[in-house]
């Protein structure tokens, strides 16, 4: 059923409440900004969708390890790494309504108007203006084009706005029991610094040989200043990140690769390939000599969900000057050293989840004349859904939730299972629809004679009898992690 798609997006949240995928954190004290707590199938979506990067990078390629560094890291890592300095958002408060906005953000708002209203040329100009303001870290140009383009506050509608200054995004806190500014450490905005750090260890002990990588998954914080559209951008959040090491000179070769190859990670999902597309950037950060973002048509438009970036010796050589220690890989073939470069590939393990919901979501009319009635449907990836297999009893007697009890026992050892027993069989059906399960199972009287069930698949809605010895077998071939590796092109 297709629907406005602003609709849309309000029902996935709420759907994401409803059926316990997620809900504000701290919400009997009126939640907290951004952030979120992970509900009972959404913790097991989220585990799922870890293990299926996590598999894909480390277990299949012979080359890449895994490490899982500590969120606390020594100060200087940040300074090395240039966010002390650089990692900020321009800001800006209206002083009526006391509302802080990202500066830059109000301006893209009103190029999308000016565009919507056909004002081509207007939108053109703006964004040439807030590009060279942002390119010059000119705060006062973007606060005179906020003026000249009349830009009011949503919530009071004045333009009595403060200058606009720089946010850094970075959480500190104080290690020790004296709060001293020399204590001070920060809450790690990104993992892969854990892995530069890291490097030479894991290159030493694992006897690593370039190109190879390193792939962590963790926890990353930002203060971000307007956090919005649920998920999308949280003030803690979740990277899955992979630092791939190779010879100067190769890193284009390489940045191809993780190109195409991270894509076809994402459309082995099943999603549609229109729904993504890759943004190329034309303006490069300082230290990167390429880099892409994959972005997915959410319900509110096209937005990044990974990003591919060449970021040259960057970091490596940074940390080497800082701290004094040599970075460098030893090439036995040429018998010289060098500091590698780095391609990066991080995605935000909410942003995907995000996705997921987003592109399963649906609302469908189901059954014929009196008794048709709206179905809501996850259709998740089978290998990805919170839980593979529903086991019901037709009724509560008879011998039947045994007989089910015995079923699920053996299928737990396997899949995570749900067993319920209340309510009509069709209300069971639906309560699993809304969830993502793609397999019930019902057994009946006739299953207690011949030991077969009803099999329901959750897409289709359609039933067939199978032998309870052949279950394993069918519900495994399609909810296995493996079945989605065949169709990726590594
Ligand atoms: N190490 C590179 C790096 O951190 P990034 O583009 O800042 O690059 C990578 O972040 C990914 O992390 C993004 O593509 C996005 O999926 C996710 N991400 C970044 N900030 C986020 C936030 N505030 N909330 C949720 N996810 C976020």
């Not at 300074?79 to 830059?104: L, T």
């Not at 993504?276 to 300082?286: G, S, T, V």
């Not at 749900?418 to 009287?445: M, Q, W």
């Amino acid at each position: 059923m297709s629907q406005p798609v602003e609709d849309l997006f309000k029902k996935v949240t709420a759907h994401a409440k409803e059926y316990g995928f997620i809900f504000p954190s701290s919400e009997i004290y009126d939640g907290l900004g951004a952030v979120y707590d992970y509900g009972q199938n959404g913790v097991e979506l989220k585990n799922n969708i870890r293990e299926y990067w996590w598999k894909s990078m480390v277990q299949l390629h012979e080359n890449i390890v895994g490490i899982d560094a500590a969120i606390f890291m020594h100060p200087k890592v940040w300074k090395a790494s240039g966010h002390i300095d650089g990692f900020s958002d321009p800001m800006i408060d209206n002083k009526d309504s006391k509302k802080r906005y990202r500066a830059d953000q109000l301006l893209e708002e009103q190029i999308e108007k000016y565009e919507k209203k056909g004002k081509t040329d207007k939108a053109q100009d703006l964004q040439r203006a807030m590009n060279q303001a942002l390119n010059d870290n000119d705060l006062q140009a973007m606060h005179d084009l906020i003026v000249e383009h009349e830009i009011v506050c949503p919530i009071s509608g004045t333009r009595n706005w403060t200058d606009v200054r720089q946010f850094n995004l970075m959480f500190s806190t104080q290690m020790g029991s004296v709060a001293d500014e020399s204590d001070a450490v920060y809450l790690r905005p990104e993992t892969a610094q854990g892995i530069f750090v890291n490097f030479l260890n894991v290159q030493k002990t694992g006897r690593m040989k370039i190109p190879f990588g390193i792939a962590q998954t963790g926890k990353a914080f930002r203060n971000e200043i307007i956090a919005r559209q649920f998920i999308m951008r949280m003030r803690e959040f979740e990277q899955m990140e992979m630092q791939f090491f190779v010879k100067p000179g190769t890193e284009m070769e390489w940045f191809a690769h993780w190109k195409k190859s991270r894509l076809s990670w994402h459309l082995a999902l099943g999603t549609p390939a229109e729904a993504y597309r890759y943004h190329d950037h034309e303006k490069l950060a300082h230290y990167a000599n390429a880099a892409t973002d994959i972005e997915f048509k959410f319900p509110f438009g096209f937005r990044e969900v990974e990003g591919i970036h060449s970021r040259t010796d960057f970091d490596l050589r940074n940390h080497q000057e800082l701290s004094g220690k040599k970075l460098q890989y030893f090439d036995p073939e040429t018998n010289s050293n060098f500091i590698p470069y780095v391609v990066e590939t991080s995605i935000g393990l909410d942003r995907m989840f995000l996705l997921l919901l987003c592109n399963a979501y649906r609302e469908e009319m189901v059954g014929e004349g009196d008794k048709q009635e709206t179905r809501v449907v996850l259709a998740l990836p089978p290998q990805l859904a919170p839980v593979k297999v529903a086991v019901f009893p037709l009724t509560k007697k008879d011998g039947l939730p045994e007989k089910a009890r015995e079923i699920m026992n053996r299928l737990k050892l396997q899949f995570r299972c749900h067993y319920e027993e209340k309510d009509a069989i069709g209300k069971r059906y639906r309560r699993h629809d809304a969830i993502g399960t793609p397999f019930c199972i019902t057994v009946d009287h006739e299953s207690l004679q011949d030991n077969t069930v009803t099999l329901r698949h959750r897409d289709s809605m359609q039933q067939e009898r199978v032998a309870i010895s052949e279950l394993e077998q069918r519900i495994g071939q399609q909810v296995r992690l493996s079945s989605l590796f065949e169709q990726m092109s590594m």
